[in-house]
């Protein structure tokens, strides 16, 4: 029945141990990789051809130039549209300010366009002197923003200025992020030359501005490709679970639904360190959609119709605030929310509040004076089998053996809002993550991170999980593992053998019992890395811990935001990485380099590239009827270098992606 032994928390310990919340000639041909152009590019299209034949350029397609000294690729400075915005060079970050098109002109001549500003690349001033910067303005058709593509060898090209006759040039020879990009006189450097990389699924027709009602997301490269060494793009074959050689971007569209309400879409998570607001999409059986998301007016629930379009108004769930699971039904939904309660906190409640029919069927509280608990904070799961909801969170004791401990609830209600049997009221210490499935009889499976026994456990069946099976041993003591597992997600889904589900893990470089402990529950692990790498495990059967596979291995990468879902026959896993981390106490800081897709089948086996697309994930996906996938998040790119301070930003538009089968 919970940590009745476990000693007391300091205030500061309390505090840190729950995450808070604000809680032709040719053709270009296929190269595969090309001297001086780094591994981490290794799903683009990489172009050449030989010294003596001209290069086809398609104009419909956007490229990204790479420089060959550096590797990095030009890009319009911190993503601006304005006028007189500085090109420099910077890791390769899936960024449409990273992606040109070549528009023909005449003599051979080309403006390069930036996908994101649509503003052509020119040298400032129409100046004709070496080091003269190069920034991108509204096009003119002036000479200065008109460039001719020579070819090198080895497949390089030159990029040279219409009006001066210098070259695109990477000041100094320099390797860093930020670095100016300046014309000057050609000299055969390497920091002038570049290699062309061809954006896949643009291209040859395909290619849809940016801006326009439903446009691909693009993808990137990434570390841990698994392309082919004939630099096949991401997701050849029939196996690859996104298509006979389509890739998932391709596969991916994004569409907006404007918020009559500001949307706040980011808070301060473990260390204050900034995550998504949960965004919550869930399909009904007859394909209609459900997006929940919070304001201050309360809860919204967005409907919309199966090819995503707005559906009439948003209900409104007043007097709420987080969404913490969402079932959406032909005749409205369920919502696992918080309500105002009267408490010695003076702490919200657990609650889940059915609308049918436009009009309330319940409202549940499910924490309260006489359980002797509330929830000021959920990081919950909601699921439905067709006859009752589980609805797993996080517990605060207020009173009782419990008292002033954070722990979980797991509490079944039929559709008249009944309370069923089974579930438990007091489940794993300092709950860090929760993760639930439904089961058409019987307990829902269901997984929990427990910092005291430190590590994520089975937690099906739970009274106090001192035998509870251990999935992983992980670092979680004092809130290490807050945000690291997708608790506010509900990520567990069947497979063909059991069950999956999707973290980002430590890994443990030892796990021994804290002899220190009198209660004999304590467990003392050390973590293998600084960083958080993304691992699937499997379970055997709701109860019985299987294997696990590790998707990445890169110790200076951190990995975060990471979910599962099925994708077919296969499975999508998503993540966000932060490059250059460093890392205290549990969480690290570093540069955003992109949210990632990678489809896996049901042993772990990558059977797609990881590809970097142009859309966030902020809470749970939702598979409609023919299979394909939904969710809806708000177009930012997160700052992942420093603790959150003030406010989040507000935002009165969501967009809605849509990932086909």
């Given at each position: 029945m919970g940590d009745i032994n476990e000693p007391r928390l300091t205030a500061q310990a309390a505090d840190a141990a729950r995450r808070p919340r604000g809680r032709h000639r040719k053709r270009w041909t296929v190269t595969?990789?090309?001297?001086?152009?780094?591994?981490?590019?290794?799903?683009?299209?990489?172009?050449?051809?030989?010294?003596?034949?001209?290069?086809?350029?398609?104009?419909?397609?956007?490229?990204?130039?790479?420089?060959?000294?550096?590797?990095?690729?030009?890009e319009v400075a911190e993503s601006s549209t304005a006028d007189g915005a500085k090109a420099v060079q910077r890791t390769d970050n899936g960024g449409q300010n990273q992606q040109w098109r070549l528009k023909a002109t005449d003599s051979g001549h080309y403006e390069l366009v930036n996908r994101s500003s649509g503003k052509a690349l020119g040298v400032k001033g129409a100046s004709t002197a070496n080091k003269a910067a190069v920034e991108q303005s509204a096009a003119s058709g002036a000479a200065n923003q008109?460039?001719?593509?020579?070819?090198?060898?080895?497949?390089?090209?030159?990029?040279?200025?219409?009006?001066?006759?210098?070259?695109?040039?990477?000041?100094?020879?320099?390797?860093?992020?930020?670095?100016?990009?300046?014309?000057?006189?050609?000299?055969?450097?390497?920091?002038?030359?570049?290699?062309?990389?061809?954006?896949?699924?643009?291209?040859?027709?395909t290619d849809t501005a940016s801006g326009s009602p439903s446009t691909p997301a693009t993808p990137s490269a990434?570390?841990?490709?698994?392309?082919?060494?004939?630099?096949?793009?991401?997701?050849?074959?029939?196996?690859?679970?996104s298509g006979n050689g389509t890739t998932l971007a391709q596969k991916l569209t994004v569409s907006k639904v404007t918020l009559p309400a500001a949307f706040r879409y980011l808070e301060p998570g473990y260390n204050q360190l900034p995550q998504w607001t949960r965004v919550d999409t869930q399909a009904a059986p007859d394909g209609s959609v459900r997006v929940a998301w919070p304001a201050s007016d309360g809860v919204h629930v967005t409907s919309l119709s199966p090819s995503l379009e707005r559906q009439g108004t948003d209900t409104v769930v007043p007097n709420t605030e987080e969404v913490s699971g969402l079932v959406a039904h032909n005749n409205g939904f369920a919502l696992l929310t918080r309500v105002p309660d009267s408490n010695k906190w003076d702490e919200t409640a657990a609650a889940l509040i059915r609308y049918k029919d436009g009009s309330v069927l319940f409202n549940k509280k499910l924490t309260g004076t006489a359980s002797n608990d509330t929830s000021p904070v959920l990081d919950g799961a909601l699921k439905w089998n067709g006859s009752k909801y589980g609805a797993y969170f996080v517990v605060h004791g207020a009173g009782g053996f419990a008292d002033g401990h954070f722990g979980d609830k797991l509490a079944y209600v039929d559709d008249a809002g009944t309370k069923q049997s089974g579930g438990w009221d007091w489940g794993c210490s300092h709950n860090e993550g929760i993760a639930l499935a439904p089961a058409a009889s019987g307990a829902f499976p269901s997984l929990c991170f427990d910092d005291w026994r430190s590590g994520l456990f089975v937690s099906t069946g739970i009274s106090a999980p001192d035998d509870a099976p251990v999935v992983q041993r992980e670092q979680c003591w004092a809130g290490y593992c807050g945000g690291a597992y997708p608790g506010n997600s509900g990520d567990l889904v069947k497979t063909t053998g059991g069950y999956a589900t999707a973290f980002a893990s430590r890994g443990a470089a030892s796990a021994v019992k804290n002899t220190a402990d009198s209660s004999g529950r304590g467990w003392t692990v050390t973590p293998k890395t600084d960083t958080h790498q993304v691992t699937v495990a499997f379970l055997k059967d709701a109860s019985t811990p299987g294997s696990t596979v590790k998707l990445t291995d890169d110790p200076t990468t951190d990995h975060v935001n990471v979910h599962i879902t099925p994708y077919g026959k296969n499975l999508l896993v998503s993540w966000e990485s932060v490059a250059d981390a460093t890392c205290k106490d549990g969480t690290c800081t570093g540069k955003f380099t992109g949210t990632h897709l990678q489809v896996i089948d049901h042993t772990g086996k990558p059977v797609s590239a990881d590809e970097v697309v142009d859309a966030r994930i902020a809470g749970d996906i939702a598979t409609l009827p023919d299979s394909s996938l939904t969710w809806a998040f708000v177009s930012s790119t997160p700052d992942y270098g420093s603790a959150m301070r003030g406010t989040s930003p507000t935002t009165t538009t969501l967009s809605v992606a849509r990932l086909t089968g």
């Open positions: 595969g990789l090309l001297i001086g152009v780094p591994a981490v590019l290794g799903p683009y299209l990489l172009l050449s051809q030989p010294e003596s034949e001209a290069a086809t350029i398609d104009s419909t397609a956007y490229y990204r130039l790479v420089s060959v000294n550096s590797g990095k690729v030009l008109q460039w001719k593509i020579t070819d090198l060898d080895g497949g390089a090209i030159e990029v040279v200025n219409r009006n001066s006759g210098k070259v695109l040039d990477v000041r100094a020879r320099s390797t860093a992020d930020g670095a100016a990009v300046i014309q000057y006189k050609a000299n055969g450097g390497t920091n002038q030359q570049w290699k062309l990389a061809a954006v896949p699924g643009t291209g040859t027709g990434s570390a841990s490709d698994n392309t082919g060494g004939d630099g096949a793009t991401s997701g050849g074959g029939n196996d690859s679970g």
